[in-house]
């Protein structure tokens, strides 16, 4: 169904109407106004609690934005994607991720296909490859023990189980040494490699496609390696494709009964619960790779069922709509309290980005208002001594996802402490500031001179009144990680209902793909046309001089 675009709907004008009334409320005006907005302004769900109250809206902001979701069809896309109905319009697939961790015995047909049955028998699979590995029972060519495991994947084949593994490294097998490898720079690889020994190490090729250039010249690359170090008919110990391409990946020369299949259905950048998942489950166990899936299911059955106003997944987007249309957000940042989401930052990048940074509706027409923020950030408190002086004081305002586990997995004295009470006092600062009148009064009673106070006065102001929401969760554990992942997925996809947008496709990244193929045939001696512009024949002519230098 075409969509008017956004700026037309009534919803919208009465969003926009509502802000303009009330733009001049301060956060620090709202929490006086109503002690009880922790209370109504906060909602929990699988393990998960999100407290929105530290943005500049109230009850009645939710209410016109829950409007605006229900008048765009959320709801509706939301059941149809669930259904399995084929919502990525632009390549005609169903949008599937949550099927991977529906519990065995909810049959689900796509193209008349029992989906649950074939997740199960994938599951089953990685459950008995897993427990072979983890137990010591499948050697290595040599007949040694794998201790290495090298995933060579990109993006979604890369970010997902390389996140995981960090999140969940207190439940890590002692033996087994997980290393990722994406980039086509042979550093990455030459890094792994230099770690490893042919012996004991197992190689994932994970690619959705098996046609990715970075991740078939790494795969080429380490099967050289291999060969080179072991023996060839020792391939089948030490290589296993995850992929949907059962034929290139038999070409490629990896037994098909070691790879482990997954489907069009599920996007790159959603795969983590799939094959994709087997560094995660080779790492943690099968057990907790289930829980892992268990946690996201149960945030999904929340998103199915809950109240737009009480649902965490909508809530966290309708905040981010607010603040992205309306307060002006370009960018969002993402603060882990929690060292070991160190890569969460780097993962949302690819799920809300590849999914959200298009400028183009479902129905062909240009978007008429900004859509996709920047996403970025790095763990607090690491944060803090960088680059948290321009949110703080910088001319931009830039909202704050916080995230933060009230218990610690490790039990080393008052870190836990020292690390919540930084977590807190952040949004806390973001959000009161400090009025220049009160720098003022502050450095009168320190003694300080009129003259020293003009000059201070200014630069020891915070504005405040910025915006963050805090999501707690009670430990870092496989469950709350699925539902936490699960939770920016759906919020993902609400946001690309708002705006309109296709979020399951990438053609953006196509065009340098196919520049950066054009060049390396340049780069490796075959003869092309000099077509590109001055700079570009320039910078290659720079490469081929330094070749001869190699
Ligand atoms: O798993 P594949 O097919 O190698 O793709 C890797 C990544 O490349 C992309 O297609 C973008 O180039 C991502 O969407 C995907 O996660």
Same mark, same amino acid.
């Given at each position: 169904?075409?969509?008017?675009?956004?700026?037309?709907?009534?919803?919208?004008?009465?969003?926009?109407?509502?802000?303009?009334?009330?733009?001049?409320?301060?956060?620090?005006?709202?929490?006086?106004?109503?002690?009880?907005?922790?209370?109504?302004?906060?909602?929990?769900?699988?393990?998960?609690?999100?407290?929105?109250?530290?943005?500049?809206?109230?009850?009645?902001?939710?209410?016109?934005?829950?409007?605006?979701?229900?008048?765009?069809?959320?709801?509706?896309?939301?059941?149809?994607?669930?259904?399995?109905?084929?919502?990525?319009?632009?390549?005609?697939?169903?949008? @599937?991720?949550?099927?991977?961790?529906?519990?065995?015995?909810?049959?689900?047909?796509?193209?008349?296909?029992?989906?649950?049955?074939?997740?199960?028998?994938?599951?089953?699979?990685?459950?008995?490859?897993?427990?072979?590995?983890?137990?010591?029972?499948?050697?290595?060519?040599?007949?040694?023990?794998?201790?290495?495991?090298?995933?060579?994947?990109?993006?979604?084949?890369?970010?997902?189980?390389?996140?995981?593994?960090?999140?969940?490294?207190?439940?890590?097998?002692?033996?087994?040494?997980?290393?990722?490898?994406?980039?086509?720079?042979?550093?990455?690889?030459?890094?792994?490699?230099?770690?490893?020994?042919?012996?004991?190490?197992?190689?994932?090729?994970?690619?959705?496609?098996?046609?990715?250039?970075?991740?078939?010249?790494?795969?080429?690359?380490?099967?050289?390696?291999?060969?080179?170090?072991?023996?060839?008919?020792?391939?089948?110990?030490?290589?296993?494709?995850?992929?949907?391409?059962?034929?290139?990946?038999?070409?490629?020369?990896?037994?098909?009964?070691?790879?482990?299949?997954?489907?069009?259905?599920?996007?790159?950048?959603?795969?983590?619960?799939?094959?994709?998942?087997?560094?995660?489950?080779?790492?943690?166990?099968?057990?907790?790779?289930?829980?892992?899936?268990?946690?996201?299911?149960?945030?999904?059955?929340?998103?199915?069922?809950?109240?737009?106003?009480?649902?965490?997944?909508?809530?966290?987007?309708?905040?981010?709509?607010?603040?992205?249309?309306?307060?002006?957000?370009?960018?969002?940042?993402?603060?882990?309290?929690?060292?070991?989401?160190?890569?969460?930052?780097?993962?949302?990048?690819?799920?809300?980005?590849?999914?959200?940074?298009?400028?183009?509706?479902?129905?062909?027409?240009?978007?008429?208002?900004?859509?996709?923020?920047?996403?970025?950030?790095?763990?607090?408190?690491?944060?803090?001594?960088?680059?948290?002086?321009?949110?703080?004081?910088?001319?931009?305002?830039?909202?704050?996802?916080?995230?933060?586990?009230?218990?610690?997995?490790?039990?080393?004295?008052?870190?836990?402490?020292?690390?919540?009470?930084?977590?807190?006092?952040?949004?806390?600062?973001?959000?009161?500031?400090?009025?220049?009148?009160?720098?003022?009064?502050?450095?009168?009673?320190?003694?300080?001179?009129?003259?020293?106070?003009?000059?201070?006065?200014?630069?020891?102001?915070?504005?405040?009144?910025?915006?963050?929401?805090?999501?707690?969760?009670?430990?870092?554990?496989?469950?709350?990680?699925?539902?936490?992942?699960?939770?920016?997925?759906?919020?993902?996809?609400?946001?690309?209902?708002?705006?309109?947008?296709?979020?399951?496709?990438?053609?953006?990244?196509?065009?340098?793909?196919?520049?950066?193929?054009?060049?390396?045939?340049?780069?490796?001696?075959?003869?092309?046309?000099?077509?590109?512009?001055?700079?570009?024949?320039? @910078?290659?002519?720079?490469?081929?001089?330094?070749?001869?230098?190699?």
């Amino acid at each position: 169904m075409r969509q008017p675009a956004l700026t037309t709907t009534a919803a919208y004008q009465a969003l926009a109407a509502h802000h303009a009334e009330t733009r001049q409320r301060t956060l620090r005006d709202l929490f006086a106004a109503d002690n009880q907005r922790f209370s109504q302004l906060s909602a929990g769900a699988a393990g998960l609690f999100l407290d929105y109250s530290k943005n500049r809206l109230d009850g009645a902001t939710i209410k016109l934005l829950a409007d605006l979701a229900r008048e765009r069809g959320v709801e509706r896309l939301r059941d149809a994607m669930f259904a399995g109905e084929k919502i990525n319009i632009t390549e005609q697939r169903a949008v @599937l991720h949550t099927a991977l961790r529906m519990p065995r015995g909810n049959a689900l047909k796509v193209d008349g296909q029992d989906v649950n049955a074939d997740v199960h028998a994938v599951l089953d699979q990685i459950r008995d490859f897993t427990d072979r590995v983890r137990s010591g029972a499948w050697l290595g060519h040599t007949g040694k023990p794998i201790t290495d495991v090298v995933n060579i994947g990109i993006g979604g084949s890369d970010l997902g189980p390389k996140m995981v593994c960090l999140a969940l490294r207190s439940y890590a097998h002692p033996r087994l040494k997980m290393h990722f490898v994406s980039n086509v720079d042979g550093h990455d690889m030459d890094a792994a490699l230099a770690q490893v020994n042919a012996e004991t190490t197992l190689f994932i090729v994970a690619s959705k496609t098996f046609t990715t250039a970075e991740t078939m010249m790494n795969a080429h690359t380490a099967r050289n390696w291999f060969l080179q170090h072991g023996k060839e008919d020792g391939l089948a110990k030490h290589f296993v494709a995850v992929s949907t391409n059962k034929e290139a990946v038999g070409k490629f020369g990896i037994d098909t009964a070691n790879m482990f299949p997954f489907w069009d259905w599920v996007g790159g950048r959603y795969s983590v619960w799939s094959a994709i998942g087997l560094p995660v489950a080779l790492s943690v166990g099968f057990g907790y790779f289930s829980d892992f899936l268990a946690g996201a299911h149960e945030l999904d059955q929340h998103f199915r069922t809950a109240p737009l106003e009480k649902n965490l997944p909508a809530l966290l987007a309708l905040v981010g709509f607010w603040n992205r249309q309306f307060e002006g957000a370009a960018s969002l940042s993402i603060a882990p309290y929690h060292q070991d989401l160190n890569r969460f930052p780097a993962y949302l990048q690819q799920l809300d980005m590849e999914s959200n940074g298009k400028r183009i509706t479902r129905s062909g027409q240009p978007v008429d208002t900004p859509t996709c923020p920047v996403v970025w950030g790095e763990c607090g408190t690491n944060a803090q001594h960088a680059y948290f002086q321009l949110l703080h004081q910088g001319t931009d305002m830039t909202p704050i996802d916080f995230i933060a586990a009230l218990r610690p997995t490790h039990d080393l004295e008052g870190h836990h402490d020292a690390l919540l009470a930084n977590c807190f006092a952040q949004s806390e600062a973001f959000m009161t500031g400090k009025t220049e009148l009160e720098v003022r009064a502050e450095l009168a009673a320190q003694g300080v001179p009129g003259a020293q106070i003009d000059l201070l006065a200014p630069h020891k102001t915070f504005p405040g009144n910025r915006p963050s929401n805090t999501i707690l969760m009670d430990v870092l554990n496989p469950a709350a990680l699925g539902a936490l992942i699960a939770l920016y997925e759906h919020k993902t996809f609400v946001q690309g209902v708002l705006w309109d947008i296709n979020s399951f496709d990438q053609w953006g990244v196509e065009l340098g793909k196919v520049l950066a193929k054009a060049i390396q045939a340049e780069l490796t001696g075959e003869p092309q046309p000099a077509r590109h512009d001055s700079s570009t024949n320039g @910078l290659i002519e720079m490469a081929k001089a330094a070749q001869e230098l190699r």
